[in-house]
């Protein structure tokens, strides 16, 4: 039985090494109230979340990015290496706008229509 691609619901993939963030650098961008994201064309879907200690406490990231992680499971998104970095504003973020952000995000960046 074929497992079903990470976006549609199953486990996401992890975006390691140090290299692999230096090259998103140059990728595409977009930008949302409380996230930014950038992303290049890749084999697979991998994803990279990033919560600055700006943010807040260990507690508040943490919940920043599972919130992040199950929204990002939820979208079927293309393959790509993703980055989504969070502003300091996303502590007060409630799900649903962490969700609409995200989309907006996505879709200035290119990646989603």
């Known amino acids: 039985m ?12 992890s975006l390691k090494g140090d290299r692999a963030f230096q090259r998103l650098r140059q990728g595409r961008a977009g930008r949302g109230r409380f996230l930014s994201v950038k992303w290049l064309p890749a084999p697979e879907l991998r994803v990279g979340i990033v919560v600055s200690k700006k ?11 599972r919130r992040l992680r199950e ?10 290496h993703l980055l989504v970095i969070a502003s300091p504003e996303a502590r007060e973020a409630t799900y ?18």
């Open 55 to 65: 943010v807040g406490k260990a507690v508040v990231r943490n919940r920043i990015k």
């Open 2 to 13: 074929s497992q079903p691609p990470p976006a549609a619901g199953g486990k996401l993939l």
């Open 96 to 113: 649903a706008e962490l969700f609409q952000d995200l989309i907006r995000a996505l879709k200035k960046s290119g990646l989603v229509q």
């Open 71 to 80: 929204i990002l499971r939820r979208l079927h998104l293309p393959r790509a």
